[in-house]
């Protein structure tokens, strides 16, 4: 069984720094894809950041040039590092991976971290 772990997250002031990190658990094989999606109050889930293997992390318009997201295979990670914050990016921000696993037949499944609460003031 795979699960998300996530860590990070926090209530901040404008114009700070946070990072949020996602490591995936269980008996893994490997993630062709991983990202980070937030979900605002009253808003619609929308996608952060998206990461594929030997390609540079895409980047939403409204983030870039503020936000990086880097993952490591070795630890089956993701981390997005927000930099220069707002309070309109304060959301819920979730992990999602699409894995496969090891089990008889690597079958295949996509998984979503539980949300991890940023909150921006001032």
């Known amino acids: 069984q795979v699960r998300l772990e996530e860590s990070g997250g926090g209530r901040v002031q404008t114009g700070s720094s946070l990072k949020v990190s996602c490591r995936a658990l269980?008996?893994?094989?490997?993630?062709?894809?991983m990202a980070w999606y937030r979900q605002a109050p009253g808003k619609e889930r929308e996608l952060v950041a998206s990461?594929?293997?030997?390609?540079?992390?895409l980047i939403a318009d409204a983030m870039k040039g503020r936000f990086t997201a880097s993952r490591d295979d070795r630890r089956f990670m993701i981390e997005l590092q927000m930099n220069n914050l707002k309070p309109d990016d304060t959301a819920v921000y979730s992990c999602?991976?699409?894995?496969?696993?090891?089990?008889?037949?690597?079958?295949?499944?996509?998984?979503w971290g539980p949300g991890t609460q940023v909150t921006v003031e001032g």
């Open positions: 999602f991976m699409d894995v496969v696993d090891r089990r008889n037949g690597f079958p295949r499944g996509t998984y």
């Open positions: 269980g008996y893994i094989y490997a993630i062709p894809k």
């Open positions: 990461i594929i293997p030997g390609q540079p992390a």
